[in-house]
């Protein structure tokens, strides 16, 4: 069952800018606004890694060192919904690209940081590719 939708990708060339939305609309307003929403991506052949994660309660943010100043993760609550905003894409950005939610203090843990095994929901992924 998808529990997260994910929406946004498609092909853009370098330099370009892509937005991300990720649906929570199986929370409740009270767990969206208690909860990690974080987005993950996977290329071909690589392991899956973590990207961006908000804690939506405070809005604490957390990056991967290679999207620093580039991506930026942002919420709607009305909405129930994360974005990822992605400029100054690069071709190493192409990958499929999901989010997925857990308890607050996962966000930016080194779980997160290592492919989210323990985000207990997860989005059926979108793909962004990057031409050079």
């Known amino acids: 069952q998808v529990q997260l939708v994910e929406s946004g990708g498609g092909s853009v060339q370098a330099g370009g800018a892509l937005r991300l939305s990720c649906a929570a609309s199986?929370?409740?307003?009270?767990?969206?606004?208690?909860?990690?929403i974080a987005w993950f991506r996977q290329a071909p052949g690589k392991e899956r890694e973590g990207v961006a994660s908000?804690?939506?309660?405070?809005?604490?943010?957390y990056y991967v060192d290679s999207v620093k100043g580039r991506f930026t993760i942002s919420q709607d609550n009305a909405k129930k919904t994360v974005y990822l905003q992605m400029d100054s894409l690069k071709p190493e950005d192409t990958a499929m690209y999901y989010c997925?939610?857990?308890?607050?203090?996962?966000?930016?843990?080194?779980?997160?940081?290592?492919?989210?095994?323990?985000?207990?929901?997860w989005g059926q992924g979108t793909q962004v590719t990057v031409s050079s």
């Open positions: 199986v929370f409740t307003y009270s767990r969206f606004n208690s909860t990690c």
């Open positions: 908000i804690a939506t309660g405070d809005r604490s943010t």
């Open positions: 997925a939610a857990a308890a607050p203090r996962f966000c930016g843990s080194g779980d997160f940081r290592d492919g989210g095994r323990y985000f207990g929901y």
